[in-house]
């Protein structure tokens, strides 16, 4: 969605024409008797005193009228879609341009007539859609007033189940949050908002990391903290293509919540295997249910977890069936499925060779990185700094020698030097 300031434009005709073309569509469905009565007391308003100015040039007077219409706008309307959508573009224009955005007027009719445009979503999705867009895109880009205009269309958008029509992406909401001119516990109810919505909209992955701005924009001495931290780490235990739990660790919150169950959990799938994760299971029986966890799944991601590393210790050398059988509990005859299934993940790449059964490994993935695995990489630099210093030995001798004998053994040594230092973090 566009940030960029907008300006209000307004239809053809007088201020008077303009709004009585609004006061005659608020009471389109009315009584004809109520129309009539409307109407009256329409031109009562605009009707000038006795000397006074003209209501173009009278402020008080056009907040007046306008507020007559506002009173009166509780639906859509009885209209095309767009007969819709130019009653309250018109109707925004005029608010925006009478009153301050920071006014307490103008905050409780933007407030009113949201809830105008999102009651009874499924009906005229399209144009609530457009009208919402149109008054965030009206209202300056550091306006609080943004806030709950686009909570209003997130809601639409979500009781409609299209969410991917708004295309959130987290550093837009980042940059929004910045420009915006609301609290930090505003800033907060705005992300939960978020989460709330791909949850309720069948979108957890996309929950997931919308979470982890949440939680990172609370306080971890605040009352909603620990809640919310032990909900971002339900949700990434739940997910099945999730395996990088290291972000939950860099949050205070996480942290602060290091005496739950479920931060046990969390720190198995960091840094243990199946024998703890079975030994926790055990300690924590009613957990599966009160978190909505699945064993079968916690299982599969722990194995995959612990082969990627295994990997991690063996890149560039060959890991053997019988060790991955092992750490994962699995019969010998499971590797390979195991290691195809590791594999798709991303987490790890090699070749199997059924002959030597092993798994050549090429690059793995580390749960975290921390201390161990800075050691570990540190080994595999020194190692391919003495394999290219090996390598130019060969090209040396290979130039003196006048040929191109030695031009295999070159490739071979680049290729085993390569593969020694191809690792990542998970």
Known sequence: MPTADSVSVFAEGTFEEQIQELVDYATRSSPEDERATA??????????????????????????????????????????????????????????????????????????????????????????????????NATPRNSALRLPIYTALLKVAANNGELETLRLSRKGVEQWLQEWDISAEERSQFLKSIVDAFIQSGQPETAYHHSLSYVSSLSSSSPESQSAAVDAIALALRLPSLFDFDPLFKLDAVVSAKDHELFSLLQVFLNSGLPELHSWLENHPAALEKYELDRAQLERKIRLLSFASLGFAHVG??????????????????????????????????????????????????????????????????????????????????????????????????????????????
């Open 39 to 136: 109407s009256q007391s329409f031109r009562d308003i605009i009707k000038p005193d006795e000397g006074a100015k003209p209501i173009e040039e009278d402020q008080e007077r056009k907040r007046n009228a306008l507020t007559f219409v506002l009173d009166r706008t509780k639906s859509l309307g009885d209209g095309s879609e767009q007969e819709i959508e130019g009653y309250f573009n018109l109707l925004f224009s005029h608010l925006l341009t009478l009153w301050p955005t920071n006014s307490p007027e103008i905050k409780h009719y933007v407030s009113s007539l949201l809830g105008v445009l999102t009651s009874s979503p499924s009906e005229h999705p399209s144009v609530r859609y457009r009208v919402i867009s149109n008054l965030f």
């Open 317 to 426: 050398h060959d890991l053997p069936y019988s060790e991955v059988a092992s750490t994962l509990q699995i019969e010998l005859s499971e590797v390979e499925k195991w290691a195809i299934d590791v594999i798709r993940t991303g987490l790890l790449s090699g070749k199997l060779s059924q002959t030597t059964q092993s798994l050549h490994v090429y690059r793995s993935s580390a749960r975290t990185f921390e201390r161990e695995q800075w050691e570990a990489l540190e080994k595999r630099l020194v190692a391919w700094k003495a394999g290219l210093a090996s390598v130019l030995e060969v090209v040396i001798s290979a130039q003196k020698r006048g040929n191109g004998s030695g031009v295999g053994e070159v490739v071979q040594q680049v290729t085993q030097t390569s593969e020694s230092v191809q690792v990542d973090a998970a």
